[in-house]
């Protein structure tokens, strides 16, 4: 296998086995993201992606299979997409949900990340606001050093873009270590769902890897991602990103400083044989990224998307020759 691809695909799949189109019963969910663990392609597997409420499920659930093994890492979904005013007042609740987790299952699995709603109608100077509130709340609820990915509502209009995104840079640069609360700040986009209408256009895709690279910010993505290339889906009736060419073009953006119309060429991309993973390196037609910088730039940028199969990516990948 090239090194490459084992640095591209590296922990890159979340399980979100929970979430439409799969919308698995708890039960199942664990059931099979503890058989994928113990797959020979299990180092492609991410975190399980739970909302918070239901983390006294997932430890019920779970219980039996974290005996054994190494710990499970978890993705807790917090807040509230329609009202951010609820955001901030149910977040006791949830951060309490987290620390009764860990406190139950001490060593056997750990909240590493949360991701939280941006409110959708807030202006940059809102969103400050929000934000910060949003930060003292977790500290004082004794629930910091995680990851925390901010989610770009997903009729965000274009000119609001790069201004909300500035403002979650921002914020990481403004709040000394000691009132962070996180181990860093990232941005999170929906690639996708179960309508043609959730599907953000290849050029969103594309700025919104170029902001990110642009203001140092790290990038994660959800939903729409199932497969490795850009293609015709059936259900919905929708041309669906590849996490080859999502994750593709944020190594490009940030190895060669590939502006969003030139990213845009590359998520577009539908031919398999453009993205290759040769000894050592990652090759889009004729762009490389070394496998070294691959690796360094897939851990401090561009951090994995939530995916309610695995077994999808697995067999993709497979049926490319990839794996």
Not at 259 to 276: H, K, N
């Amino acid at each position: 296998m090239s090194s490459a691809l084992r640095a591209f695909m590296n922990g890159l799949v979340d399980f979100a086995g929970l979430f439409p189109p799969a919308i698995l019963s708890m039960e199942t969910a664990v059931n099979q993201y503890a058989g994928f663990r113990g797959e020979p392609e299990a180092w492609m597997l991410g975190r399980f992606i739970v909302p918070a409420d239901r983390l006294p499920e997932f430890a019920v659930c779970a219980e039996n299979h974290l005996a054994t093994g190494d710990p499970w890492g978890v993705s807790a979904l917090l807040g509230d997409r329609e009202d951010a005013s609820n955001s901030i007042a149910i977040l006791p609740i949830q951060c309490r949900a987290i620390v009764n987790l860990e406190t139950e299952l001490a060593g056997l699995a750990a909240v590493e990340v949360l991701e939280v709603p941006l409110p959708g109608n807030s202006s940059p100077e809102g969103l400050s606001s929000f934000l910060n509130a949003y930060l003292d709340g977790l500290m004082r609820a004794g629930v910091q050093g995680r990851d925390l990915f901010w989610e770009l509502p997903p009729s965000v209009p274009e000119k609001l873009e790069l201004p909300l995104l500035k403002v979650v840079s921002d914020l990481g640069d403004s709040r000394s270590e000691s009132s962070r609360a996180t181990l860093r700040l990232g941005a999170k986009l929906r690639c996708g769902g179960v309508i043609p209408e959730a599907f953000p256009s290849v050029e969103q895709v594309a700025r919104v890897v170029a902001h990110c690279r642009d203001l140092g910010l790290p990038l994660k993505c959800t939903a729409g991602l199932h497969h490795p290339i850009r293609h015709q889906a059936k259900e919905p009736l929708v041309m669906m990103h590849g996490f080859l060419n999502v994750f593709g073009a944020g190594l490009l953006a940030h190895a060669h400083g590939w502006d969003a119309g030139q990213l845009a060429r590359v998520i577009a991309d539908t031919e398999a044989r453009s993205f290759q993973f040769d000894a050592g390196e990652f090759r889009w037609r004729d762009h490389t990224v070394q496998a070294d910088t691959v690796r360094t730039l897939r851990s401090q940028y561009l951090c994995g998307f939530g995916s309610c199969s695995f077994s999808e990516p697995r067999d993709d990948l497979q049926n490319l020759g990839l794996l």
